[in-house]
């Protein structure tokens, strides 16, 4: 049977790092509300938004000129694009 002194020594200083770090950083978490990650995840889609916009037209346009795809299923995926890019702001008309 080990001993206590072998068990402090294997785990002693990651459980120290542990609890220094969970207790240094649990203000932050306490004090930002859910709201607030719920926004930083938000801002961050906004800053990606336009590249994915314009990587998924051109890859339905060169599909699309490839005759690979029809018109149909093109205008379905272009207005699909819309909605999903400009959620927000139809969000913004609903709630006013």
Known sequence: MKSIAAFTNRL???ASIALVLL???SGPAAAAG???FLNNVVNEFNSARRPLALIAVMIVGALYMFNVMDMRRT???IVGIIII???GEILDLITG
């Open 12 to 14: 002693g200083a990651p």
């Open 23 to 25: 207790l240094g950083f």
């Open 34 to 36: 859910f709201t607030d």
């Open 75 to 77: 205008g379905q995926v």
């Open 85 to 87: 890019f400009a959620a």
